[in-house]
């Protein structure tokens, strides 16, 4: 197999599972309350879950009011988030469609069914090392990445809140956004080893 063929199986399989994950986690209310409801650190945070909902609903474009029980700065910065989010989904969308034309390009132009799988099974362990250490990085500097990012999408400055007087940092407390960043990890390396797996048990049969 080619590095060029390897390094885009990689890719592909990477950003392919990730992008789709993120997509799908992202704007769950299930998921985020369910993350609430089952982690201790959260549980002052479950009288929020309705509230909660209200706002994913909002930030995803499902609803067009504002949030009455929040305050003008907090609504400011749903706005900034809810125009974040259309510009994301649009790029996540887009690298979910290059991932997958990538890897129906490979499997189109195999020279064999055996080689196609062999080159999918070493570029699935690749990318399950590349997302263990992103997930290792992640983890351990999450503080610093999570305050760069939003300086980086919010430059205004009007993501900063009290958490005595300011209802959106209760709802969504930087807490949640740790064990949201594991869980999402977690799961993509399930995939990934489940998709080790299976492409392990196709090559033993050849």
């Not at 993120?22 to 409801?37: A, D, E, F, Q, T």
């Not at 020279?111 to 070493?122: E, W």
């Amino acid at each position: 197999m080619s590095k060029i063929i390897f390094i885009l199986a990689i890719f592909s399989l990477t950003a392919l599972i990730s992008c789709f994950c993120l997509l799908s986690l992202w704007l769950s209310p299930l998921v985020h309350n369910s993350l609430v409801n089952v982690i201790p650190q959260l549980d002052s945070y479950k009288d929020n879950n309705a509230l909660r909902t209200m706002v994913i609903g909002y930030v995803s474009g499902q609803g067009r009011e504002s949030i009455s029980s929040l305050s003008p700065a907090e609504q400011s910065h749903l706005d900034d988030i809810r125009l974040v989010i259309q510009k994301a989904r649009l790029i996540l969308w887009l690298i979910v469609l290059v991932a997958a034309g990538c890897l129906i390009a490979l499997w189109l132009r195999r020279q064999s069914t055996a080689q196609f799988l062999l080159a999918m099974r070493q570029s699935t362990r690749a990318s399950l090392l590349l997302w263990l250490g992103l997930t290792a990085m992640a983890i351990v500097f999450f503080e610093s990445i999570f305050t760069s990012m939003h300086y980086v999408f919010f430059p205004a400055g009007n993501w900063l809140f009290d958490p005595t007087n300011d209802l959106i940092i209760n709802i969504y407390p930087p807490i949640f956004f740790f064990y949201f960043l594991s869980s999402y990890a977690i799961l993509v390396l399930l995939i990934l080893l489940l998709l080790q797996a299976a492409f392990n048990r196709l090559t033993k049969k050849l």
